[in-house]
């Protein structure tokens, strides 16, 4: 019998603070249902203490699934562990996840404390935790740089304290895979009472190796992993869920199962970048626009010969399907509902109506709509109830004339037109805009993506406008990108604070 490793997802927790990416209830909640039909063991749903919204995520995500363990994460803090198991009253299956920092810097620097204090910390809130629910995490954070004689020591004292899971997480992404192995393997061999507990990876990608961090853990013996749909985290990203369930459902012979569902990969994966606005790296593995393409001549040829030449997994295994429906503006909603299903997105017969009105839109402008575009008009932001709304737009530039931009916004109902000239038609467009809404703005990040590979593809934009010492974060979509600039510029303002 094959070994089993339990997935641990941190998509909605660890993941969504990525900046901009925040997601409401109702879409926490949208993921959480397909991270159950996933077949994901544990859902790290939020931090109840950092804010009301992250506390009625977990109660909501805990009311809307069934059978994988609902996860609160604390602090080694008492109010912390109490917030959480309140959060968690009505799951199913509940585990609070609690913990302290353990590497020298940490200790010195971030808690001024001792190796014995943090040692008493860990212990109390371990016990603390384990007054309310059976199931406790405790992860030693900065783990890859703690030392493994020290790691051990705490390990061992919150294994006794209660403690049924303990994570090791190479938080900074600094380990070798050989270290994180040989610090796995220290922890299974010089622990104490080490069986009565699942040693956890937990990977950063910062210096790009936190799948193979993540699987030499495996190796040298943790059975549960943190994970992130398409590898979405802090700073450059965690384990990405996808590439772990993947190396180990093509490496039998490793001799280890998980319970994930391979084919809803890819729906999943959609999902997540539609509803964070963060579009998918084409080279990513696994999901990745390219991952199953091939442009090379002796590729092409191999593959057409025999597609194991060059292909290690069927893309239908991920949940990629080849079917030749093609969208048009002659598609109907039958058409549309089912390009959204393949990609994972289930919605009622009203909103579906809306997204196929804009579908037509868009579908007179282009000559295909793809799979990325209809996730978009299904995931983005509606407009309709935002105090600020782009009314028109008109632009004149070309080269040796100066770009001038004429703009009109519904604000309240109430409108209102201004124009200006700038160095291109973005910035005219923008400048415009500024005449209107009077108020001391910054531009501190602009990014122009696009979609597929088209003259007439979308082009997402995303935008980071400072107001008032406050950073907040836009988003915008059209064939047209200049209006996609700006309405990424009336996001940010929509979310300013009154």
Same mark, same amino acid.
């Given at each position: 019998?094959?070994?089993?490793?339990?997935?641990?997802?941190?998509?909605?927790?660890?993941?969504?603070?990525?900046?901009?990416?925040?997601?409401?209830?109702?879409?926490?909640?949208?993921?959480?249902?397909?991270?159950?039909?996933?077949?994901?063991?544990?859902?790290?749903?939020?931090?109840?203490?950092?804010?009301?919204?992250?506390?009625?995520?977990?109660?909501?995500?805990?009311? #809307?699934? /069934?059978?994988?363990?609902?996860? =609160?994460?604390? !602090?080694? $803090? @008492?109010?912390?562990?109490?917030?959480?198991? &309140?959060?968690?009253?009505?799951?199913?299956?509940?585990?609070?996840?609690?913990?302290?920092?353990?590497?020298?810097?940490?200790?010195?620097?971030?808690?001024?404390?001792?190796?014995?204090?943090?040692?008493?910390?860990?212990?109390?809130?371990?016990?603390?935790?384990?007054?309310?629910?059976?199931?406790?995490?405790?992860?030693?954070?900065?783990?890859?740089?703690?030392?493994?004689?020290?790691?051990?020591?705490?390990?061992?004292?919150?294994?006794?304290?209660?403690?049924?899971?303990?994570?090791?997480?190479?938080?900074?992404?600094?380990?070798?895979?050989?270290?994180?192995?040989?610090?796995?393997?220290?922890?299974?061999?010089?622990?104490?009472?080490?069986?009565?507990?699942?040693?956890?990876?937990?990977?950063?990608?910062?210096?790009?190796?936190?799948? #193979?961090? /993540?699987?030499?853990?495996?190796? =040298?013996?943790? !059975?549960? $992993? @943190?994970?992130?749909?398409?590898?979405?985290? &802090?700073?450059?990203?965690?384990?990405?869920?996808?590439?772990?369930?993947?190396?180990?459902?093509?490496?039998?012979?490793?001799?280890?199962?998980?319970?994930?569902?391979?084919?809803?990969?890819?729906?999943?994966?959609?999902?997540?970048?539609?509803?964070?606005?963060?579009?998918?790296?084409?080279?990513?593995?696994?999901?990745?626009?390219?991952?199953?393409?091939?442009?090379?001549?002796?590729?092409?040829?191999?593959?057409?010969?025999?597609?194991?030449?060059?292909?290690?997994?069927?893309?239908?295994?991920?949940?990629?399907?080849?079917?030749?429906?093609?969208?048009?503006?002659?598609?109907?909603?039958?058409?549309?509902?089912?390009?959204?299903?393949?990609?994972?997105?289930?919605?009622?017969?009203?909103?579906?109506?809306?997204?196929?009105?804009?579908?037509?839109?868009?579908?007179?402008?282009?000559?295909?709509?793809?799979?990325?575009?209809?996730?978009?008009?299904?995931?983005?932001?509606?407009?309709?109830?935002?105090?600020?709304?782009?009314?028109?737009?008109?632009?004149?530039?070309?080269?040796?004339?100066?770009?001038?931009?004429?703009?009109?916004?519904?604000?309240?109902?109430?409108?209102?037109?201004?124009?200006?000239?700038?160095?291109?038609?973005?910035?005219?467009?923008?400048?415009?805009?500024?005449?209107?809404?009077?108020?001391?703005?910054?531009?501190?990040?602009?990014?122009?993506?696009?979609?597929?590979?088209?003259?007439?593809?979308?082009?997402?934009?995303?935008?980071?406008?400072?107001?008032?010492?406050?950073?907040?974060?836009?988003?915008?979509?059209?064939?047209?990108?200049?209006?996609?600039?700006?309405?990424?510029?009336?996001?940010?303002?929509?979310?300013?604070?009154?």
């Amino acid at each position: 019998m094959n070994d089993r490793l339990f997935i641990f997802d941190t998509t909605l927790r660890d993941g969504e603070q990525v900046p901009g990416c925040q997601l409401n209830t109702v879409e926490k909640i949208q993921v959480a249902k397909a991270l159950e039909q996933l077949g994901v063991d544990v859902i790290e749903a939020g931090f109840p203490v950092s804010s009301p919204g992250d506390f009625n995520s977990v109660i909501e995500i805990s009311k #809307a699934v /069934t059978w994988p363990t609902i996860c =609160a994460l604390t !602090r080694a $803090v @008492e109010h912390d562990i109490d917030v959480a198991s &309140e959060a968690l009253q009505y799951a199913k299956h509940k585990r609070i996840h609690t913990g302290i920092g353990t590497s020298d810097e940490h200790i010195k620097y971030k808690f001024n404390s001792t190796r014995e204090d943090i040692i008493e910390r860990a212990v109390r809130a371990t016990k603390y935790a384990r007054r309310y629910v059976e199931d406790v995490e405790f992860y030693c954070e900065d783990a890859g740089r703690t030392d493994n004689e020290y790691l051990a020591r705490v390990v061992e004292a919150v294994i006794k304290a209660g403690a049924t899971v303990v994570n090791i997480p190479d938080t900074t992404g600094y380990c070798l895979p050989q270290e994180y192995y040989e610090k796995i393997k220290y922890l299974k061999e010089h622990v104490d009472g080490i069986d009565r507990a699942i040693l956890s990876t937990h990977c950063h990608n910062d210096l790009g190796m936190a799948t #193979a961090n /993540t699987l030499s853990g495996v190796m =040298a013996g943790a !059975r549960q $992993v @943190e994970v992130t749909v398409n590898g979405i985290g &802090e700073r450059a990203g965690n384990t990405s869920l996808e590439e772990i369930a993947m190396i180990l459902k093509c490496h039998r012979s490793l001799g280890i199962d998980t319970n994930i569902n391979t084919t809803k990969i890819y729906p999943i994966s959609r999902m997540v970048s539609s509803l964070m606005n963060m579009p998918v790296q084409p080279n990513k593995a696994i999901v990745g626009r390219n991952a199953f393409a091939h442009s090379s001549g002796i590729h092409q040829d191999g593959v057409l010969k025999n597609v194991h030449t060059y292909e290690i997994m069927d893309p239908k295994d991920v949940g990629i399907d080849d079917n030749s429906i093609v969208l048009t503006a002659r598609s109907g909603r039958a058409a549309l509902k089912y390009r959204l299903m393949v990609n994972g997105v289930d919605l009622p017969e009203e909103k579906l109506d809306k997204v196929y009105e804009k579908f037509l839109v868009l579908a007179d402008q282009k000559k295909e709509v793809t799979d990325a575009d209809v996730l978009m008009l299904a995931g983005a932001d509606t407009a309709e109830a935002h105090a600020v709304k782009l009314d028109f737009l008109q632009v004149t530039t070309g080269k040796g004339v100066k770009s001038v931009a004429s703009i009109g916004l519904d604000i309240s109902n109430q409108k209102f037109e201004a124009a200006a000239s700038g160095n291109g038609p973005v910035d005219a467009a923008i400048k415009a805009l500024k005449k209107i809404i009077q108020k001391q703005m910054t531009l501190k990040e602009f990014t122009i993506q696009a979609i597929s590979k088209g003259s007439d593809d979308v082009g997402k934009v995303h935008m980071q406008v400072e107001y008032d010492g406050s950073l907040y974060y836009g988003f915008g979509a059209n064939t047209d990108i200049v209006t996609a600039s700006v309405e990424a510029y009336i996001d940010c303002i929509n979310k300013f604070k009154k």
